[in-house]
């Protein structure tokens, strides 16, 4: 991606000059890469700047200790995550990390407009053993001077109570979650007596990707009569959260840049592309991050935002690499097949299913049951105008069968994914 403003462009060099050079010089694991590409001092465009090798999260879990730039005594927080091999990815903070943290998620907070009159409903657990998520949510909304109540993973009850005391005006969490938590407080609290000003959600994705809300962003929209607004982040890099206009992940330039490749070819993207997410962090001083793919599949908005802001926003999270399905020559990821399915009016239930088939490639089937009681001609004409939207839509034939009454299919909601993976491991 190109940056149109000549200011803003020279910026970036000079921040990414900066971060290559302290990784250079403080990373072990910078420090192999580097003299393996003859890097130079400096780089004078973005052209340069993607001749870094991108650096993969299964690199990040292999060989983290190379990875931390900062000796122990300069440690003063360890944050972690899963990496993909099954052992935990560590990450020191330093204070100015710490410090840094604080800073940049204060200014998410204010792109959607977190004020220091809210009272934010933290549903996400903050004392969950080095798990930066709702310990961030706390730290931003201290920084800005909105109250906090962290109310956790507590009983129905309890939240109740905590909400009729408090009033708060902006509930935080994963969306699922706050979707059940509505269902369960529906009948027992009236939207006359506590309406939230905003939802603001995390680690699900709530987006099409023409931005709209998903069922399940709307479904939570409309238990609680709030708007959704929709954060991406990671412990590797979190870039930014939507602003009230719903238009995509705003990406903060003074704090992260961000690309996106060609999943083979690992080449740029241009804008509305859609490719692996990749991050260049300029705020960490104990495990830096240059050119790191974390998995994700997105793609990048460049137009201005109603808000007024000009910098590129990040779309919604369309899947991850490691979910994606080769099926006759075109890519599938099972997340937008789920949309799809999950955006169908007359589909009750469904199961999306992944195997091997017996010439050794990976398929795909769906099962669905209907909603309501259909004759044996409607069934089939749904049908029919099923597998053909289908087509339409991923360019391929996809098999579908009806199972009436399946177990598997009988406990689905929005709430639960139904994706099973019964490909043979290669």
Not at 126 to 147: D, N, P, Q
Not at 168 to 181: C, E, H, K, N
Not at 381 to 401: H, P, Q
Request: aromatic fraction near 10%.
């Amino acid at each position: 991606m190109k940056i149109g403003h000549k200011a803003l462009y020279k910026d970036l060099i000079k921040k990414i000059n900066r971060i290559t050079a302290y990784s250079k010089s403080n990373s072990l694991y910078y420090k192999k890469l580097f003299r393996g590409i003859n890097f130079p001092g400096k780089v004078a465009s973005l052209d340069e700047f993607e001749s870094i090798p991108i650096t993969f999260r299964k690199d990040l879990a292999e060989r983290n200790e190379e990875f931390i730039a900062v000796p122990k005594d300069m440690w003063a927080d360890i944050v972690t995550t899963t990496g993909t091999s099954g052992r935990p990815i560590f990450f020191p903070f330093t204070k100015r990390d710490v410090i840094n943290n604080s800073y940049f998620i204060a200014k998410k907070f204010s792109v959607f407009g977190l004020r220091k009159d809210d009272v934010a409903y933290i549903t996400a657990p903050v004392e969950r053993s080095m798990w930066i998520g709702g310990l961030s949510v706390w730290l931003g909304c201290l920084k800005i001077g909105a109250c906090s109540l962290r109310a956790g993973n507590v009983g129905a009850d309890k939240h109740l109570e905590f909400i009729k005391r408090f009033n708060p005006t902006i509930i935080f969490g994963l969306p699922s979650f706050i979707l059940r938590l509505g269902e369960e407080l529906r009948s027992r609290i009236s939207r006359r007596t506590y309406k939230p000003r905003l939802i603001v959600t995390f680690g699900e994705n709530i987006m099409q990707k023409d931005l709209s809300r998903n069922i399940l962003g709307k479904s939570v929209e409309k238990i609680w009569g709030a708007k959704i607004i929709s954060g991406y982040g990671s412990t590797e890099a979190s870039p930014g959260f939507e602003c009230i206009f719903q238009s995509g992940h705003h990406i903060l330039p003074e704090m992260v840049y961000v690309e996106i490749v060609d999943p083979d070819t690992l080449k740029v993207l241009g804008p509305g592309k859609e490719g692996l997410v990749v991050i260049t962090h300029f705020g960490r001083e104990g495990l830096p991050l240059i050119r790191y793919a974390n998995g994700d599949i997105s793609f990048l908005v460049t137009r201005k935002c109603k808000c007024g802001r000009v910098a590129p926003r990040l779309g919604p999270i369309l899947g991850r690499i490691d979910e994606k399905i080769k099926v006759k020559g075109v890519n599938i990821l099972p997340n937008e097949l789920e949309g799809f399915v999950l955006n169908t009016p007359f589909i009750r239930h469904y199961l999306i299913e992944l195997f091997t088939d017996r010439n050794l490639c990976d398929n795909i089937k769906l099962y669905i049951s209907f909603k309501g009681k259909l004759s044996g001609a409607e069934k089939m004409n749904k049908m029919n105008y099923l597998r053909d939207k289908l087509r339409e839509t991923f360019g391929i034939r996809i098999a579908t069968e009806e199972i009436a009454g399946h177990r598997a299919l009988e406990k689905t909601n929005i709430k639960e994914r139904r994706i099973i993976d019964k490909r043979a491991k290669r």
